[in-house]
């Protein structure tokens, strides 16, 4: 028999200082500290992001240590604030969480923003929900800060500076099967139904994305041909007017500027990868965007509440498959030390 669960008991999984180790580490339940807008999560699963890796290894955007990492998971609502009012004691929830300490998806209980959490569908398990936020949320910012897309599923968002036709213009994905490239590929369908949307991925990924997820076409990133096959998927071999890197792929390969349609718009949006910001040839216009953006995006206070409402309506599918790696603290040894190998085309989660 299992001996009886301490349930005034959170277990963290903490990096001590810049490198880790991580320690699993036995501390209170933060119940009584919640504030009015707040939700304790019983965190249930949690995915690998590659920022995880960055934060703990150099320190990346980390302001004090230990550190608590996690950005990502699911669970169960375990209490909530006295103004919340979109969630009860006992939801299935996913979330996006704030790594640092008590925000932070890495341990059994988190404290996090309603405005952060989305409820489950029942049919949906915590294992697949648990990589859901950071890259829907990323990509929620890519469109509508780097494409200044119209974002018809995300509630009180208003069309910004789009120009007429834009939403039938091709677009370039560079980085499909990246979590961040999968969900702006779903996204991007959902935004713009006839878009052309065209992606880069290992073959291998390639049914995926457009068979599953809406890609238009997919394209060997390593070809030789892949500007020469981009162009020619576009009407009168002009090339795509705007480029999302979800990956930082023109650090490596400038060769994709070379697909803009000279005439267009030559928007190139790349994520903010924690290195140096890509440059960029005269006359393309750049933008970084990286999540914490949100609160630049008209609506996008309601992120999470529209991926609710997409995950009921099935409207959103899992942008990649899930790897289960393990549990506790031995999973997430694994999943971080996967993570920085790198990973193709799937999503890492750890149970807790
Ligand atoms: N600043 C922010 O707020 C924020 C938020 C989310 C993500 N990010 C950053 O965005 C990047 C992507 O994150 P993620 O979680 O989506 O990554 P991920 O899922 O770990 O990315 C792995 C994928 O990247 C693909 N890839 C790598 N280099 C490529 C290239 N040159 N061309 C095309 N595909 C390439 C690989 O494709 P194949 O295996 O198919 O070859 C692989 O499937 C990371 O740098 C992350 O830190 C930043």
């Given at each position: 028999?299992?001996?009886?669960?301490?349930?005034?008991?959170n277990?963290?999984?903490?990096?001590?200082?810049?490198?880790?180790?991580?320690t699993?580490?036995?501390?209170p339940?933060?119940?009584?500290?919640?504030?009015s807008?707040e939700?304790?999560?019983?965190v249930k699963?949690?995915?690998?992001?590659?920022?995880?890796?960055?934060?703990?290894?150099?320190?990346?955007?980390?302001?004090?240590?230990?550190?608590?990492?996690?950005?990502d998971g699911a669970?169960?609502?375990?209490a909530?604030?006295?103004e919340?009012?979109?969630?009860?004691?006992?939801?299935?929830?996913?979330?996006?969480?704030?790594?640092g300490?008590?925000?932070?998806?890495f341990?059994?209980?988190?404290v996090?923003?309603?405005?952060?959490?989305?409820?489950?569908?029942?049919?949906?398990?915590f294992?697949e929900?648990?990589g859901?936020g950071?890259?829907?949320?990323?990509?929620?910012?890519?469109?509508g800060?780097?494409?200044?897309s119209?974002?018809?599923f995300?509630?009180?968002?208003?069309p910004?500076?789009?120009?007429?036709?834009?939403?039938?213009?091709?677009?370039?994905i560079l980085?499909?099967?990246?979590?961040?490239?999968?969900?702006t590929i779903?996204?991007?369908?959902?935004?713009?139904?006839?878009?052309?949307?065209?992606?880069?991925?290992?073959?291998k990924?390639?049914?995926?994305?457009?068979?599953n997820?809406?890609?238009t076409?997919?394209?060997?990133r390593?070809?030789?041909s892949l500007?020469e096959?981009?162009?020619l998927?576009?009407?009168?071999y002009?090339?795509?007017?705007a480029i999302?890197?979800?990956?930082g792929?023109?650090?490596?390969?400038?060769?994709?500027f070379?697909?803009?349609?000279?005439n267009?718009?030559?928007?190139?949006a790349?994520?903010w990868?924690?290195?140096?910001?890509?440059?960029?040839?005269d006359?393309?216009e750049s933008?970084?965007?990286?999540?914490?953006d949100?609160s630049k995006?008209?609506?996008?206070?309601?992120?999470?509440?529209?991926l609710q409402?997409?995950?009921e309506?099935?409207?959103?599918?899992l942008?990649?498959?899930?790897?289960?790696?393990?549990?506790?603290?031995?999973?997430?040894?694994?999943?971080l030390?996967?993570m920085?190998?790198?990973?193709?085309g799937e999503k890492?989660v750890?149970?807790?």
């Amino acid at each position: 028999m299992s001996p009886p669960q301490d349930l005034t008991a959170n277990t963290k999984y903490l990096i001590p200082s810049k490198g880790g180790p991580l320690t699993a580490c036995n501390t209170p339940k933060p119940t009584i500290l919640l504030k009015s807008k707040e939700v304790l999560i019983r965190v249930k699963a949690v995915a690998i992001n590659p920022a995880d890796c960055k934060m703990i290894d150099s320190g990346h955007r980390v302001t004090s240590w230990p550190l608590v990492p996690g950005l990502d998971g699911a669970g169960v609502v375990e209490a909530v604030g006295s103004e919340v009012d979109s969630f009860v004691v006992g939801n299935r929830v996913l979330a996006t969480f704030v790594s640092g300490n008590r925000g932070a998806s890495f341990q059994k209980f988190a404290v996090v923003d309603e405005k952060m959490v989305a409820k489950i569908p029942g049919h949906w398990p915590f294992e697949e929900a648990a990589g859901l936020g950071v890259c829907y949320m990323t990509a929620i910012i890519a469109l509508g800060i780097g494409l200044q897309s119209n974002l018809p599923f995300l509630r009180q968002s208003l069309p910004t500076k789009i120009k007429p036709g834009f939403n039938r213009r091709p677009v370039l994905i560079l980085g499909g099967s990246s979590a961040l490239g999968a969900a702006t590929i779903q996204l991007l369908r959902l935004a713009a139904p006839h878009c052309t949307i065209l992606t880069t991925s290992s073959p291998k990924h390639h049914y995926h994305l457009t068979a599953n997820l809406g890609a238009t076409a997919a394209y060997d990133r390593n070809s030789r041909s892949l500007i020469e096959d981009i162009k020619l998927a576009t009407e009168g071999y002009r090339g795509v007017d705007a480029i999302i890197d979800a990956v930082g792929a023109a650090r490596t390969d400038g060769r994709v500027f070379n697909a803009f349609d000279p005439n267009g718009s030559k928007r190139y949006a790349q994520v903010w990868t924690g290195d140096e910001e890509i440059e960029v040839p005269d006359g393309v216009e750049s933008v970084l965007f990286r999540g914490r953006d949100l609160s630049k995006l008209q609506g996008g206070d309601n992120a999470m509440a529209s991926l609710q409402a997409l995950l009921e309506k099935r409207r959103y599918k899992l942008p990649l498959p899930v790897r289960m790696v393990g549990y506790g603290l031995e999973g997430l040894e694994r999943g971080l030390e996967l993570m920085r190998k790198g990973v193709s085309g799937e999503k890492l989660v750890v149970g807790l």
